[in-house]
């Protein structure tokens, strides 16, 4: 079932991310898809969707502020802060 669900994380989109922490972002993401209520896991894949567009996924890079209002989102649908902030890894929109 999470296949359905995967962001196409197999070209970094920072040259510095290794395959590998690649394959442990999308491990961490998978594993918390499937811990996710379906309503939340339909939320995070339009989520996906939607930010798979080059344009829309430039702007919330260049502005923390949508980023902050992505996660303010995600907590608002239900998800732990840990849960959080691996699906903004996963994106790669987190700044950590």
Known sequence: MAEAFRFSMREP???QLTQDEISRREQAFNKVLRRL???QQDVITELTSVLMEKDIYSGYK???KRV???ALGLSLIGLKPRQS???L???NLAVI
Do not use: M, N
């Open 13 to 15: 989109i920072e040259p």
């Open 37 to 39: 209520s379906p309503e």
């Open 68 to 70: 902050e209002d992505l």
């Open 62 to 64: 260049a502005d923390p």
């Open 89 to 91: 890894r996963y994106l």
């Open 85 to 87: 902030k691996i699906v």
